[in-house]
């Protein structure tokens, strides 16, 4: 396992280096500097000055300076928020993307966990039925569209609810439900499925010939098993959550990296797209990484180190 781990850890710098060219490619080719977007043209002095303090006069330049600085932990000054460096605004909002990411991803966890289980069990039932049509609803529609619709239905009702705030437990609830409702409709499809086909092993019917209740054989025996696909899907799902959704920070006014992603790709700002980037590929590889070994805890019969071999 440790060998697996190390293997693993040894490939994300190849990985993000990657990831870093590719994104530069893209903001580099995308129309429109973040130098020029206000109603005034700049000389041609000035907006040559500009492109030198930021290394930003050829794609050369760019990649022969940045890149260093990367390594060192610095992704630089931002463009477009004059004073401030990448790094600090990611240090500034990066605990509360994570922050509202954690509370999103313990909600659809634990609530598409319980549903998809309780479906599964009552098969054909009306709960079965109800938990397919919120699940076919959450992935349906988009977060920032639920995000919208719980602004203007909470709206009248900003003390059990605040909103455009931060910094108090009740903050997170409307962002969090919002973002947590396209998760838990997978966990809950993927719990259900899996719950229905563990239901069926042999080793389930003998624990009831046994004598054991129905509902303790489930959470007992059953639901360790049936967590093994939802495990799959909880690392890319992790990464999105845990750096906040962009568009439904945006939506609450919350300070997290996901605004800070949107505003710069308005704005042009191509070292902090750069930067939020590398933050949650980072996090993405990782989360990867830890579902991977998660295998082995959860179902021993599986050999995480094969895939490797």
Known sequence: MLRFVIYRVLQFPLILA????????????????????????LAPGALEDLKRRFHAERWQTFLEYYPIQVLHGDFGPSMKYEGWTVTEIIRQALPVSMTLGLAALALATFAGVGIGTLAAVRRGGAFDFVSLTVALVGVSVPSFVVASLLLLGCAGAGRWFPIGSWGKPADLILPAAALALTPMAYIARLTR???????????????RAKGLSRWEVVWKHCLRNALVPVLSFLGPAAAITLTGSFVVEKVFNIPGLGRHFVNSVLNHDQTLILGTVMVYATFLLALNLIVDVAYAFVDPRIDVTAREQ
Do not use: C
Request: net charge negative; charged share 15%.
């Open 18 to 41: 990657v990831i870093y060219l590719l994104t530069f490619m893209l903001a580099w080719v995308a129309p429109g500097t973040p130098f020029e977007q206000n109603e005034k043209m």
């Open 193 to 207: 499925v899996s719950m229905l086909d563990v239901l069926s092993s042999d080793y389930v019917r003998t624990a």
